[in-house]
């Protein structure tokens, strides 16, 4: 059972930029793809980057440019940096893992939020 550990989240102005990072408690292959998701109040879940590996990694268009996710490797935390923070960044950001061969994000972290006013 692989269990996510999210951490990094806060209170911001408009512009500002934070790092989220996800640790797993268990070394995950790196054929996991570990993805970053959001909610905001009143909203659906939605994606916002995944990487699998090291290198191979996927955004939403919403975050494309302002946000990069990393990972070094199996060992090491995955990371998401985020840059020129909007208001509509504002959200509880969850971390998942999902198997190779997997459709789906089997694992869960707790959330970290985020809150980023104008």
């Known amino acids: 059972q692989v269990q996510l550990v999210e951490s990094g989240g806060g209170s911001v102005q408009a512009g500002a930029s934070l790092r989220l990072s996800c640790t797993p408690s268990?070394?995950?292959?790196?054929?996991?793809?570990i993805g970053w998701f959001r909610q905001a109040p009143g909203k659906e879940r939605e994606f916002v980057a995944y990487i699998t590996g090291s290198r191979l990694d996927r955004y939403a268009d919403s975050v494309k440019g302002r946000f990069t996710i990393s990972r070094v490797n199996a060992k090491t935390p995955v990371y998401l940096q985020m840059n020129n923070l909007k208001p509509e960044d504002t959200a509880v950001y969850y971390c998942?893992?999902?198997?190779?061969?997997?459709?789906?994000?089997?694992?869960w972290g707790q959330g970290t939020q985020v809150t980023v006013s104008s």
């Open positions: 268990l070394r995950t292959p790196s054929s996991f793809t």
């Open positions: 998942a893992a999902r198997r190779s061969g997997s459709d789906e994000f089997a694992y």
